[in-house]
């Protein structure tokens, strides 16, 4: 990574931590290579528009977290944009028009969801370990949770919320030191409360509810492994265990996404794809770049239109920060959109 000028030193840390963690940049998994084991067809992804250039100050471009918000545009967040550049974006897919959201000169986002209970929009903030909201237009930005969380600091990367606005953060903690002290982290909807219902785990990055928001789907991007965690307890069930090993070569797992009919979608960072699995571990599809497709390094998310088929998958690498479209497997939901 390049030297980030006129950065302040906590934003600085982060961005390098997110290098390590997948929001950042690799080398391009070679054309063809398989993102893991079994069967599965391949789908095209095509290029919709660019959104981002390589920010000069900081070496790099990283899209993340898309969401449909209720007026149907497309927010974005820019992971590593500079103060005064659009951090959070708003995006009208239909004309391929993007105008700034919000930007400040502190916060390194990760990823955005609206939040069921109150409508507000919800950030990661990975540089100081914090989830701000926005109202739906950008303005009025508070702080929903800051501190420690049983005595250390978040990481946070990616956020799910529940039926009743219940947040669930997949917490980074110890990436950046090689340490598997990541963790699942809920917090009651008014922010009050934070308890931890997952440790020790490797380096924690997507984070999605199934279809019946019986239990999460977490990915560990450096194990390249999706674990599902029970939060309803059901007869005979136990706890966390490992759902899908993704056999990604250079490639690592990056955040989740969940359509109506339980499938996951699985982002790879390292390479300009998405593995596609049923609820069962099956491999149904990958989602592909096309080749010719040159500068493109990370598929981070996707988000599928609320009651439709068509999804929107942020990628990115030192050609920018583009916006590709394909054909879901099945229908858009919440557990399909931001994060």
Same mark, same amino acid.
């Given at each position: 990574?390049?030297?980030? /000028?006129?950065?302040?030193?906590?934003?600085?840390?982060?961005?390098?931590?997110?290098?390590?963690?997948?929001?950042?940049?690799?080398?391009?998994? *070679?054309?063809?290579?398989?993102?893991?084991?079994?069967?599965?067809?391949?789908?095209?992804?095509?290029?919709?528009?660019?959104?981002?250039?390589?920010?000069?100050?900081?070496?790099?471009?990283?899209?993340?977290?898309?969401?449909?918000?209720?007026?149907?545009?497309?927010?974005?967040?820019?992971?590593?944009?500079?103060?005064?550049?659009?951090?959070?974006?708003?995006?009208?897919?239909?004309?391929?028009?993007?105008?700034?959201?919000?930007?400040?000169?502190?916060?390194?986002?990760?990823?955005?969801?609206?939040? *069921?209970?109150?409508? /507000?929009?919800?950030?990661?903030?990975?540089?100081?370990?914090?989830?701000?909201?926005?109202? *739906?237009?950008?303005?009025?930005?508070?702080?929903?949770?800051?501190?420690?969380?049983?005595?250390?600091?978040?990481?946070?990367?990616?956020?799910?919320?529940?039926?009743?606005?219940?947040?669930?953060?997949?917490?980074?903690?110890?990436?950046?030191?090689?340490?598997?002290?990541?963790?699942?982290?809920?917090?009651?909807?008014?922010?009050?409360?934070?308890?931890?219902?997952?440790?020790?785990?490797?380096?924690?990055?997507?984070?999605?509810?199934?279809?019946?928001?019986?239990?999460?789907?977490?990915?560990?991007?450096?194990?390249?492994?999706?674990?599902?965690?029970?939060?309803?307890?059901?007869?005979?069930?136990?706890?966390?265990?490992?759902?899908?090993?993704?056999?990604?070569?250079?490639?690592?797992?990056?955040?989740?996404?969940?359509?109506?009919?339980?499938?996951?979608?699985?982002?790879?960072?390292?390479?300009? @794809?998405?593995?596609?699995?049923?609820?069962?571990?099956?491999?149904?599809?990958?989602?592909?770049?096309?080749?010719?497709?040159?500068?493109?390094?990370?598929?981070?998310?996707?988000?599928?239109?609320?009651?439709?088929?068509? @999804?929107?998958?942020?990628?990115?690498?030192?050609?920018?920060?583009?916006?590709?479209?394909?054909?879901?497997?099945?229908?858009?939901?919440?557990?399909?959109?931001?994060?």
């Amino acid at each position: 990574m390049r030297r980030l /000028r006129n950065r302040p030193l906590a934003v600085f840390a982060a961005l390098g931590a997110l290098v390590l963690a997948g929001c950042g940049t690799d080398r391009p998994t *070679p054309a063809g290579e398989a993102a893991s084991t079994g069967s599965g067809r391949t789908v095209t992804a095509h290029q919709l528009m660019r959104l981002t250039t390589v920010h000069q100050e900081t070496g790099m471009t990283l899209l993340e977290g898309p969401v449909f918000g209720e007026d149907g545009r497309l927010v974005v967040v820019d992971v590593t944009a500079p103060a005064g550049e659009p951090k959070v974006m708003s995006v009208d897919v239909r004309k391929k028009t993007v105008r700034e959201l919000f930007t400040d000169d502190r916060g390194a986002y990760t990823s955005a969801q609206f939040s *069921p209970y109150d409508g /507000r929009l919800h950030l990661t903030d990975f540089a100081h370990g914090e989830i701000v909201s926005l109202a *739906p237009d950008g303005t009025d930005r508070r702080t929903f949770f800051t501190g420690e969380v049983d005595g250390a600091r978040m990481r946070p990367d990616d956020i799910a919320f529940d039926q009743d606005g219940n947040l669930y953060v997949s917490d980074s903690l110890g990436m950046s030191e090689g340490e598997a002290r990541g963790r699942v982290v809920r917090i009651d909807r008014d922010g009050g409360k934070a308890t931890v219902l997952a440790d020790g785990l490797a380096a924690v990055n997507g984070i999605s509810f199934d279809i019946g928001y019986r239990g999460l789907w977490i990915s560990e991007l450096t194990e390249n492994r999706i674990s599902y965690l029970p939060v309803v307890q059901r007869p005979g069930m136990a706890g966390r265990h490992t759902a899908v090993r993704v056999d990604g070569g250079i490639a690592q797992t990056d955040s989740i996404a969940v359509d109506a009919d339980g499938n996951l979608y699985q982002a790879l960072h390292g390479r300009p @794809a998405m593995a596609v699995y049923d609820k069962y571990g099956e491999r149904l599809a990958t989602v592909e770049v096309p080749a010719r497709a040159k500068g493109l390094e990370s598929a981070t998310n996707v988000a599928i239109t609320p009651g439709g088929t068509k @999804a929107y998958m942020t990628v990115s690498g030192p050609a920018g920060g583009y916006l590709y479209t394909f054909d879901a497997l099945a229908e858009g939901v919440r557990q399909s959109n931001g994060g």
